[in-house]
């Protein structure tokens, strides 16, 4: 191969290199994007008052996921319930279970207290804001 052959192959190589570089970050961005992990675009806590069932539901020294309105209840005491937005504060994921009192974020591990919303595991650093949150009637109203 002669020399201006040669570079012009590099260059090419070079650029296909890059571009496939460029997707696997595109890959990697994308793993990282509420899209991915339920988070649909919507805001992290409810911007007007939402009906997320019977308050029952909740029991008492527990909690439970509504991970379609992205939010978490827990019950610390009959009848009283706290509130905070299920959506992980390092990267937005949507928190998908609850185990041993502890959310877990699907996406890179992170764990939170949900009778507080503290940070319990990284890599998220801020806990997950409170929403508010009230019994009526038997059913649970948050936002």
Known sequence: MSAPQSAARRTVLKGAAALAGAAGA????????????GGSG????????????????????????????????SC???GRYTAFSAQCTHAGCVLDKIVEGEG????????FD???????????????PAVPVRAENGKLIAG
Request: with cysteine.
């Open 26 to 37: 595109g890959v990697t961005l994308a793993a990282c994007s509420t899209e991915t992990a």
């Open 42 to 73: 919507t805001p992290a806590t409810p911007t007007a008052p939402v009906e997320l069932g019977a308050a029952a539901d909740v029991p008492v020294g527990g909690a439970k996921l509504y991970r379609e309105r992205k939010l978490i209840v």
């Open 76 to 78: 610390p005491a009959e």
């Open 104 to 111: 877990n974020c699907p996406c890179h591990g992170s764990r």
């Open 114 to 128: 949900v009778a507080t919303g503290k940070v319990l595991r990284g890599p998220a650093s801020a806990p997950l």
